[in-house]
């Protein structure tokens, strides 16, 4: 077994008490009803402010794959008074930053700007959110930007291998295909297309506010209510549930390079599930960052056959799954696919060790607090974990719910989750020996 | 083999050595410190007291441009065997020790330095430094650890080169421009060199330019001057300076003075470009107005959707999907300025060539639009103002820049010499670059489509 305490604990003690996350979370409403959450701190003249509107591009319409995405694209494209270029110009001028994303779950809207001229940043925002003109010659121009973006991704082994493994797995549902679109959806795309995209997926019904920094709860609450009072009342309905259809065995997809990629995965757990933190862990000592991982130690560590491989459950609003990649040269990947399925199979056959274990609470619950670096990256968690449902005393217990985990309760949940016998690997590459 | 020697010094400077009493602490500003250690180790303290966390980072004076010939890649290589075993640690213990205290860490190789550093609770400083300390002098490589870790090596070069026909491309413009310096040589190794990297090159390497006097320590978050000074006298300040090393003189780029075109041919591209880089002035520690102005005239040139090629051949042609300029001027010897044009369908990346031609020459003909520049300047201003809340990027800017020869007051005074650049420092520095004789144009292309 590992001896990793033995040569330091004389001088440190290792296992000390996790940190915790000294984060004051307020909760506001504003006069208009709008709530976020908000961490107060005056050290630095700027906040971090954070929107996130669930259902994101699945929520594009029949025919109109990459609507959404293509919309969020077009959102710094020009406002009623200004064109693209001017809207550009002004975000320079305020030494403000605003980006717009879009994810098969959620689009989001990430800005920072000075407390100087912050109410001069916010006017210039809600232009974007709320009265894009979506014009033509800029729908136009980005199109072409998308569909350069499209054609390259046709040729990079990495989106090959998601849009396939992708594709086997959610087929129609929208899940199943790549947010961008095609170059037909793109192509057809209309003005109205991307008007209907905005109306349906910014919609006061589904938005949470997070903002960090130089703000107080009034201003907040002040802030909310402008930006967003013109913004529909209702949204289009979320999309349906869909479960994961990929049969186990290989899939080789034949592309012309020298080293495979390798997507895997089953399907996984739900982010509510009772069990899902003794999963998390599991999932950590198997294939997470961090610690090395079992699927690093015996791919990487002792063989050479990959730069990296990892593993992690995937929770998303509709479907769960784990998944994996691994990429090696074309006459090694069969091999690394062994290794990778024998460690799928050790973990349900032998379970964790009680060290292994507690090794893992320990990275977790340490690690855990150090998420909460700078405005901007808590401004994000406090979005992400309104989405998720979660209350925000949740950064309260988070740690404890790691530790409660016993080794008989995740050695249970190992075998409910871990399903060796139903892997499916994607292969993209000129695989030797695989078919 | 130097290493029984290097070994038995600490030992007994552990008792003997003055613990430092003349090594002042100078405190530049209400955040940043910087100290000397007596054997010749460079400190840099960054403050910032929101969060318990600190970022403990070793910076070496030495990287890939610093290899001997025949032998690339090494540097990158003892990087990752820097995670492996010492006299008293097993391999992977040290990032295990990080990951069990909550902690992450990693390292990174770049031409002029090697870099590790660790992200911890503040109170765990102390460990990081003892551990850091330990493998600076203590590795003990096997030829196990070669022969697995070379494979894993190769395989991150087929992750990151191999596999991408643009960056290919760009190791071979790269070998261009350069013609005599290492900046010619990719970071991570020729493959045929790579693959005959062998355990004595690496700990010749390792004997070289691992040393105290070669090091910057960056310990920035959570911590005080007098904290890190007391522990870093009691971790790093017993090694021995290494007495043999050598100033870093390189061998120099001779005068260019003839065009170099190259042309990559790959199935796999996608989306076809052409991209031009001319041999720049770095950074330097006696001049850096001529770096400020070519950054901001890369800026105006061709950053982001109001610069002048985008405004141009994005928005008024509509000949290009993309345009761009950009100038990386940190760096110990000749850095470079790059233009990228990337054509819409249907123009040639011959006509699109001319046309990226024809804007730059009509961007120094034209007067600058000062309302640009002035914007520029105040997004600058403003970044150091966001830049205060992530330390972990300002201790990333104070590593770059010394180990690429500047010094903290270099650092510290950049603002104030960007600010007071003229559009006349602007074309004048922007007139002696963008020379074709020296620089490589490169153009990308799938081999499918007619290149005339």
Known sequence: MKQFFYSLVTVVTIIAAPLRADIDVQEVTSPLGFKAWLVEDHTIPFMSLRLGFKGGASLDRAGKRGSVNLMMALLEEGTDDLDGRGFAREVDELAASFNFDASGDSVSVSARMLSENRDAAIALLKGAVAAPNFDQVAIDRVKGQVLSILQSDLKDPNEIAQTAFNKAAFGDHPYGSTLSGTAVSIESLTRKDIQNAHRDTMARDRVFVSAVGDITAEELGALMDTLLEDLPETGTAMPERVEFGLKPGITVVPYETPQSVALFGHRGIKRDDPDFFAAFIASNILGGGGLDSRLMEEVRDKRGLTYGVYSFLSARDHAELVVGQVASANDRVGAAIDVIKDEWARLVNEGVSQEELDVTKTYLTGAYPLRFDGNGPIANILVGMQMQGLSKDYINTRNDNVNAVTLKEINRVIKDVYLPDDLHFTVVGKPEGLE | ?452
Not at chain 2, 46 to 56: L, N, S, T
Not at chain 2, 96 to 121: C, E, I, L
Not at chain 2, 134 to 145: C, F, G, I, K, S
Not at chain 2, 173 to 178: E, G, K, R, W
């Open chain 2, 1 to 452: 083999m130097r290493f029984g020697l290097r070994l038995a010094v600490p030992v007994l400077a552990l008792f003997s050595a003055p613990l430092s009493a003349f090594a002042e602490t100078v405190r530049w500003d209400d955040q940043v410190s910087t100290f000397n250690l007596d054997n010749g180790m460079e400190v840099v303290v960054i403050e910032d007291h929101r969060a318990p966390v600190v970022v403990h980072m070793m910076w070496y004076r030495a990287g890939s441009a610093d290899e001997k010939p025949g032998v690339s890649g090494v540097a990158h290589f003892l990087e990752h065997l820097l995670f492996k075993a010492t006299d008293t640690m097993e391999a992977g213990e040290f990032s295990r020790t990080v990951a069990v205290n909550g902690g992450s860490d990693n390292a990174f190789t770049s031409y002029d330095y090697t870099a590790y550093f660790q992200r911890v609770a503040s109170d765990r400083l102390e460990l990081m430094m003892k551990m850091e300390a330990d493998r600076m002098v203590n590795l003990r490589l096997t030829e196990a650890d070669i022969l697995t870790e070379r494979e894993v090596i190769i395989e991150e070069r087929n992750q990151r080169t191999e596999n991408d026909p643009g960056a290919l491309f760009g190791e071979q413009a790269n070998a261009a421009l350069y013609m005599n310096h290492r900046y010619g040589v990719p970071i991570i190794g020729w493959r045929h060199e790579m693959e005959t990297l062998e355990l004595e090159d690496t700990l010749e390497y390792y004997e070289q330019f691992y040393a105290p006097n070669n090091t910057i320590l960056i310990v920035a978050g959570d911590v005080t001057p007098e904290e890190v000074k007391e522990l870093s006298e009691r971790h790093y300040g017993p090694l021995a300076a290494n007495p043999d090393l050598e100033s870093r003189v390189r061998p120099q780029e001779p005068l260019h003075n003839a065009e170099r075109r190259i042309l990559f041919e790959d199935p796999r591209v996608a989306q076809p470009y052409v991209r031009r880089s001319y041999l720049a002035p770095a950074r330097d520690s006696e001049d850096q107005k001529t770096a400020a102005a070519l950054m901001l005239g890369a800026n105006l040139l061709g950053d982001g959707q109001t610069s002048f090629m985008s405004q141009k051949l994005q928005f008024e042609e509509k000949i290009a999907v993309f345009a761009s300029a950009f100038y990386r001027g940190t760096s110990l010897d000749d850095a470079s300025f790059t233009t990228v044009i990337v054509p819409v369908e249907g123009v040639s990346l011959n006509d699109a060539e001319a046309a990226m031609d024809r804007v730059i020459a009509e961007f120094m003909e034209v007067p600058i639009d000062l309302d640009h520049l002035n914007r520029i300047k105040r997004a600058m201003r403003a970044s150091e103002v966001y830049a205060k809340d992530n330390v972990q990027g300002l201790a990333n800017r104070f590593g770059r820049a010394l180990t690429s020869g500047l010094t903290v007051k270099d650092i510290l005074v950049w603002p104030d010499v960007v600010e007071g650049i003229t559009e006349d420092n602007i074309k004048t520095a922007m007139r002696d670059v963008l020379n074709k004789k020296s620089s490589v144009t490169g153009w990308l292309t799938s081999g499918a489509e007619a290149v005339q």
